[in-house]
């Protein structure tokens, strides 16, 4: 039981603190939601479609910092302090790279919506919300470099900290360029842009004075000194989270392919379809803090050469999350019409909504499950094999089973439901497979003994 509680305390350590930073990331998409939304629905259109473009390339190419939270985990556990500095120094010039790529992505964006039948005024918002977005790029990766080497090294309060006070100077930034107060230009949704830009040139400000600061980070001084790019870093960075931005986009792509399945079936399907979504989204950040976690605490473990401790630590994460899961289906269970009602009062959509909500309580426990298991394997800096089980998972089961249960099902078609049941399919497929994996490679490194 000792122990037990010991490694309790690490994850609450190091968890509660990225569930916090999790919330508050969450917060700020959801205020540009509601202002915008306030802004008009043409607003709104163009900033979900904007949105909708942005995400999914800022994933998948901050995958690739991602990466560092291990690597920088095990140096940290086997107090390899020279060499985290040598890394870092490296990562911020990938970072910096890498936003310069997300800059260009994001202002030429908006010309993929040109070749569809989008009407033109919500694709000038969705380019205008795009390009200010743009300004922010090289500073929203610098930021994901500073913290995913801040959660390596165990800290995990600072990042929660900077992330929260950014949320709250989020709310106000919005509302006023948005809307044009205090003799501003009333921006619309284009505002929403430009306060998300300001605050990640905060938040990366805001980061790296810490570290200049804070006595536990000026002892690994990494910014006291200028190096020049390093194709060896470059490398392991690529190899290990290329797969994770990957894994994310594939994962994001299942959603995305489940709303362009039911887009058939007419806005009110899409929009209770939206709404379940959001409420299983939300409800994912707790067992999403505890893998996260769990990459960390894994990596430190490793590091150390503490093998059964990684081994004890992975099952726990595993468990953890499951009990978290566990927890988030009875709430949405027993919750259900009153967290609806906080996103529509049309009764039609809240009937619908409903109906789908018994699916993404379930939803959680897969969900939850793989999560547990996915941040461990980071520990381990296992995710190539996890990327491949990611795309048979959601690709070749959880899209075509959806689709099939959708429009033709077992007995007579399913509708919207037929696609929540497919994506259940799909995570408990991968949940499964990502637990053998696990084992698989906690063998082979006690075998390394």
Same mark, same amino acid.
């Not at 909504?353 to 999560?371: C, E, H, N, T």
């Not at 899209?399 to 919207?416: Q, S």
């Given at each position: 039981?000792? $122990?037990?509680? $010991?490694?309790? &305390?690490?994850?609450? &350590?190091?968890?509660?603190?990225?569930?916090?930073?999790?919330?508050?990331?969450?917060?700020?998409?959801?205020?540009?939601?509601?202002?915008?939304?306030?802004?008009?629905?043409?607003?709104?259109?163009?900033v979900?479609?904007?949105?909708?473009?942005?995400?999914?390339?800022?994933?998948?190419?901050?995958?690739?910092?991602?990466?560092?939270?291990?690597?920088?985990?095990?140096?940290?556990?086997?107090?390899?302090?020279?060499?985290?500095?040598?890394?870092?120094?490296?990562s911020i010039?990938?970072a910096?790279?890498?936003?310069?790529i997300?800059?260009?992505?994001y202002?030429?964006?908006?010309?993929?919506?040109?070749?569809?039948?989008?009407?033109?005024d919500? !694709?000038?918002?969705?380019?205008?919300?795009?390009?200010a977005?743009?300004?922010?790029?090289?500073?929203?990766?610098?930021?994901?470099?500073?913290?995913?080497?801040?959660?390596?090294?165990t800290?995990?309060?600072p990042v929660?900290?900077?992330?929260?006070?950014?949320?709250?100077?989020?709310?106000?930034?919005?509302i006023?360029?948005v809307?044009?107060?205090?003799?501003?230009?009333?921006?619309?949704?284009?505002?929403?842009?430009?306060?998300?830009?300001?605050?990640?040139?905060?938040?990366?400000? #805001?980061?790296?004075?810490?570290?200049?600061?804070?006595?536990?980070?000026?002892?690994l001084k990494f910014?006291?000194? =200028? &190096?020049?790019?390093s194709m060896?870093?470059? $490398?392991?960075?690529? =190899?290990?989270?290329?797969?994770?931005? !990957?894994?994310?986009?594939?994962?994001?792509?299942?959603?995305?392919?489940?709303?362009?399945?039911?887009?058939?079936?007419?806005?009110?399907?899409?929009?209770?379809h939206?709404?379940?979504?959001?409420?299983?989204?939300?409800?994912?950040?707790?067992?999403l803090?505890?893998?996260?976690?769990?990459?960390?605490?894994?990596?430190?473990?490793?590091?150390?050469?503490?093998?059964? /401790?990684?081994?004890? #630590?992975?099952?726990?994460?595993?468990?953890?999350?499951?009990?978290?899961?566990?927890?988030?289906?009875?709430?949405?269970?027993?919750?259900?019409?009153? !967290?609806?009602s906080?996103?529509?009062?049309?009764?039609?959509?809240i009937n619908?909504?409903?109906?789908?909500?018994?699916? #993404?309580?379930?939803?959680?426990?897969?969900?939850?499950?793989?999560?547990?298991?996915?941040?461990s394997?980071? /520990?381990y800096?296992?995710t190539?094999?996890?990327?491949?089980?990611l795309?048979?998972?959601?690709?070749?089961?959880?899209?075509?089973?959806?689709?099939?249960?959708?429009?033709?099902?077992?007995?007579?078609?399913?509708?919207?439901?037929?696609?929540?049941?497919?994506?259940?399919? /799909?995570?408990?497929?991968?949940?499964?497979l990502?637990?053998?994996?696990?084992r698989?490679?906690?063998?082979?490194?006690?075998?390394q003994?």
């Amino acid at each position: 039981m000792e $122990k037990f509680f $010991k490694e309790i &305390k690490q994850f609450l &350590k190091l968890g509660v603190p990225i569930y916090g930073s999790q919330l508050s990331y969450g917060a700020i998409q959801l205020t540009d939601t509601i202002v915008a939304g306030r802004a008009g629905s043409q607003e709104l259109a163009g900033v979900a479609l904007g949105s909708s473009l942005a995400t999914p390339l800022f994933f998948s190419l901050s995958g690739i910092m991602f990466a560092l939270t291990p690597i920088v985990a095990h140096l940290f556990g086997a107090k390899q302090i020279k060499d985290i500095r040598s890394k870092m120094r490296q990562s911020i010039w990938i970072a910096v790279g890498i936003g310069a790529i997300l800059t260009i992505a994001y202002y030429f964006a908006s010309n993929f919506l040109l070749l569809s039948t989008i009407d033109r005024d919500i !694709i000038s918002i969705s380019d205008s919300y795009l390009k200010a977005l743009s300004i922010g790029a090289i500073a929203m990766m610098w930021f994901t470099c500073l913290r995913c080497f801040s959660e390596g090294v165990t800290q995990t309060l600072p990042v929660f900290w900077v992330a929260f006070s950014a949320m709250v100077l989020n709310i106000p930034l919005d509302i006023i360029l948005v809307n044009g107060y205090f003799g501003l230009p009333k921006l619309g949704g284009a505002g929403c842009g430009y306060a998300t830009s300001i605050i990640y040139i905060y938040m990366a400000t #805001a980061m790296t004075l810490i570290i200049l600061r804070k006595q536990f980070y000026r002892e690994l001084k990494f910014f006291n000194k =200028f &190096k020049f790019p390093s194709m060896e870093t470059f $490398k392991e960075l690529m =190899f290990l989270g290329m797969p994770i931005g !990957i894994g994310i986009f594939v994962e994001l792509s299942m959603f995305s392919g489940a709303a362009l399945i039911l887009g058939p079936l007419g806005d009110i399907v899409l929009a209770s379809h939206s709404i379940a979504l959001s409420i299983a989204s939300i409800a994912f950040m707790l067992p999403l803090s505890i893998g996260l976690a769990a990459a960390a605490r894994v990596g430190n473990l490793l590091g150390e050469k503490r093998l059964d /401790g990684a081994k004890y #630590a992975s099952k726990l994460a595993i468990a953890i999350t499951l009990f978290t899961a566990t927890l988030n289906t009875v709430a949405i269970i027993l919750l259900d019409e009153w !967290i609806v009602s906080f996103f529509t009062t049309e009764a039609v959509v809240i009937n619908s909504a409903l109906s789908l909500l018994v699916l #993404a309580a379930i939803f959680q426990l897969p969900d939850g499950f793989q999560m547990g298991a996915l941040g461990s394997l980071r /520990g381990y800096k296992d995710t190539f094999i996890p990327m491949i089980l990611l795309i048979i998972s959601y690709w070749v089961f959880a899209l075509p089973a959806g689709y099939f249960l959708t429009y033709i099902g077992i007995d007579e078609p399913m509708g919207a439901r037929g696609v929540w049941v497919g994506m259940i399919i /799909g995570l408990t497929i991968f949940s499964v497979l990502a637990i053998s994996r696990l084992r698989f490679v906690i063998k082979l490194s006690l075998r390394q003994i």
